[in-house]
């Protein structure tokens, strides 16, 4: 998965976008520090969506003997 972030100088707005369409991201508005030298954020990302598709089930799992 990768995670794009955008931060636009001129409004000081941050967006996010992620490869997985299914994946939810979301800046935590109430976490941005941006100082003349240090910007900061907190992400929150639901991994559901990310878990269930690269989750394995017993009878997938192969094993070499």
Known sequence: MILTVNYNK???EITLSSDIDE???EVNTGSVE???SNLF???A???T????VN???E???ITEE
């Open 10 to 12: 001129s409004t000081g």
């Open 23 to 25: 994946i939810l991201s």
């Open 34 to 36: 941006d100082d003349s």
């Open 41 to 43: 954020f907190e992400v």
């Open 45 to 47: 990302i639901d991994t």
């Open 49 to 52: 969506q990310y878990e269930d």
């Open 55 to 57: 989750s394995y089930t």
């Open 59 to 61: 009878e997938e799992i």
